[in-house]
C-alpha cells in the first residue's frame, strides 16, 4: 500500500490584490484536497492566477493557509518548526535567483546551514553543472544554468519533498527539456515526491505523472 | 545688541526666502519651517539658560525628550513598523549616549549643561537622520528583493540570514552623506562646531581638535544606532513562521 506523503484537507485561502488603489480580497483556494504518496509526481495545471503558485507556498509556509489542514507525513506542518520543513520540503522558483558569490558559494548554502553530508561534485554532477563552471559568479550565468544551480541548491538541502513552480517557463525550449528530464531523472534516482506547476498542457503531457488542474480554487483530474 | 542683530537678519532671510520659494509652490512652507525653526531654537537657547542653574540630571532629561522625539520621527519614516517606537528610540538613546559619555570621561569637556546639551543633541539629531535613511531604505530592500529573501527562507534560512544583504544596503545607503562629509572635512567645508568655536574666538588648532572629535562620534552613533535599528527591527517584516509579511511588496 503506498504511503501518503502529504496531504492537503479542506485548504482555503485568499489574496488582497490591488486594483485601482484599493485592495480587493480574491478568494484563490476554496476547501481544496489533495493527497499524494511518497515518491510520486503530480503536475498541476491551470490559468495565470488560479492559485497553483499560492497552494505551492502554502506547502512549504512561505504563506499560510486561511483555514484547513496541511500534513506532512500525517503530522500537522505547523508542528514543525518552519525552518525545519522548508529544508524538508525543497522549492524551485519559476525565475531563478542566485545569491552572491560564486556557483560554488550557492551549492554549498544548504550543506552550510544544515550540515548536510552531500557533495559539491555530486550536486553539480546530478545536475549537470560542469565542474569549470563551479568558481564562476553565478550571477554572470545564463538563465538555464542559474535555474540548474537553484535545483542544485535545493537538492543539498537533502529534501524529500520539491515544489517545482514553473521551474522552465523562463527559459528557451532547448534548455527546458534539459531541465525538464533532469528533474524526472532525480525523482526516480532520489525518489523524491514532486508537485510539479506548469501552464503548459504540452510540458504537463511529457512530465508524466498525475495530472491535476486547478480551477475555481479546487483540484481536479486534468 | 548682537542677538537683536542676528535674529532681525533672521527673519528678514526667511520672509525673502519665502518669497522668492512662492513660485515654486513652496513659500508657505519655507515660512513655516523658517518660523519654527526661528521659535525651536530660542526655546532651547531658554531652556540651556535655565539649565545652567540646575543639577546636570535635568540635561541629561532634557536630552531624553530630544532623543523621543527624534525615535518618533524615525519610527514615523519607518511606516510605524511593529514595537518600531520605543526600538527606534532606544537605538538612537543607547548610541548617543556611548558617544556622549567619552567626552566627559576622558576631560574634553567639563560636565555642564552648556556642554553636555550641544554635543548630545548634535549626535541624537545625526543618530536620528542616519536612521530614518537607513530604515527607509532597508524597507525598500527587502520589498525590491522579496524574491531573494523568499528563495533564503524557503532554503531554511532565518529571516536574520535571508535579509542580510538588505540590511547591510540599508547601513551603507544610509552613511554615504556622513562618509562624503568625513572625507570633505575641511576641504569643502568647515563645520558647525569649528566654525561657531572660530567665530567665539577660540585656537584653531583646538577648534579643529574638538570638531573632529565630534564629527567621528557622530559618525560612530549613526552607525550604531542605524545598525540596532535595523537588527532589531527586522522581526517586524516577518510573521512567527518566519514568512515575510504580505504587504512587503507583492506576493509571487
Redesign the interface.
Known sequence: MNQVHLELKNVSKA??RRVNNTRVRTQILSSLDLKVNKGELVTIMGASGSGK??LL?LV?????ADSGIILLNGNDI?SHV??????RI??V???P?T??GSVRDNLV??IK??GGNTGIETLSRDTGIPEDLLDADAGQLSTGEKQRV?IA??LG?QPEILLLDEPTSSLDAVSAQRIEMLLLGLQKERDLTILWVTHENEQAERIGGRRLILRDGRLDHA | MLEVLAITFTVFLVILSAAYARRFGIGKEILLAGTRALVQILMLASIILILFRKPLFWSFLVLMMMAAIAGHTTYSRSGKLEMGLPVAFVSITIASLLLLIPFFLVGIFPPEARYIVPTGSILIGNAMNVSSLAIDRYKGEIKNRRAEVETYLALGARPEIAVKACLKQGILSALIPSIDNMKNLGIVWIPGVMTGMLLGGADPMEAASIQIAIFTSIFATGMIASGLLLHFSTDSFFTKAAQLKEDMGQEL
Open positions: 489574496v488582497f503558485s499560492t507556498r512549504n509556509r512561505l504563506s499560510e505547523r518552519p525552518m525545519e520543513l522548508r529544508r525543497g522549492m522558483f519559476q525565475v535567483v545569491f552572491k548554502f544548504g546551514l544544515w537553484s541548491r535545493a538541502n
